[in-house]
């Protein structure tokens, strides 16, 4: 069975600071990872996919295999980077289910 | 990517009524699904729904609990039947589109 791991359910940092949320994954085929993120009051948004491999509003994710890992990283840390984010993982072939970790909500302090 | 309008909002019900949540995307779409985000905790997929077929439902939920209709490829609803207040949680529909999936804004449910 799929399993996606978020282990820090609040992660709090100051503005300019770095911040890596983690995101561990449990599959045993070649999964397809996506960060989604969801500001107040807005619907959730996909941020990054790691087929894409693309830096979005200066976040970077990158699938580590051996360590069955896909981190999200951003070298600064703005105010507008508060929100909660979801790590999901898509199961390979023509399975389109999304399995979800339970979500780091960031805040990102002045 | 694609659209996704869902309604209602919110909404407040009595144990043992039925609510139906629509969601209509502004493209056409082969998949649709399904989540519950109980309150603190993450997205759960209910069902899969494709157009022409009967839904596919995860391990937990059933078809007379959460009757689900796609009667093309722009459309779904999802109605929670015979409500409790276990029910309570926010509903959530999605769709695949273009790099990913869309996600609809959401409905709030509490029942009393």
């Known amino acids: 069975a799929q399993r996606v791991t978020q282990p820090e359910k609040l992660l709090s940092v100051f503005k300019g600071a770095p911040v890596e949320l983690k995101c561990n994954y449990s599959?045993?085929?070649?999964?397809?990872l996506f960060w989604y993120v969801q500001y107040s009051r807005q619907r959730l948004q996909l941020l990054l996919r790691?087929?894409s491999r693309e830096s979005i509003k200066g976040f970077t994710a990158d699938l580590n295999k051996g360590e069955t890992s896909f981190h999200l990283k951003k070298p600064f840390a703005q105010e507008e980077d508060s929100a909660m984010y979801y790590c999901?993982?898509?199961?390979?072939?023509?399975?389109?289910?999304?399995?979800f970790g339970k979500g780091t909500l960031l805040t990102v302090n002045p | 990517s694609a659209v996704i309008s869902q309604k209602p909002s919110r909404d407040i019900c009595q144990r043992g009524t039925s609510l139906t949540i629509q969601c209509q995307v502004d493209?056409?779409?082969?998949?649709m699904f399904w989540y519950r985000q109980q309150p603190g905790q993450s997205l759960t997929l209910i069902a899969t729904a494709n157009q022409g077929s009967e839904a596919t439902y995860e391990s937990g939920f059933v078809i007379d609990k959460f009757p689900i209709s796609r009667p093309n490829l722009t459309f779904s609803t999802l109605t929670v039947s015979n409500m409790s207040p276990e029910d309570s949680s926010i509903y959530l529909c999605?769709?695949?589109?273009?790099?990913?999936?869309?996600f609809g804004s959401g409905t709030r449910l509490t029942v009393v």
């Open positions: 999605s769709a695949t589109s273009g790099d990913g999936y869309t």
């Open positions: 999901a993982l898509k199961s390979g072939g023509s399975n389109y289910k999304l399995t």
């Open positions: 790691h087929i």
């Open positions: 599959y045993s085929g070649s999964p397809e």
């Open positions: 493209s056409q779409v082969t998949m």
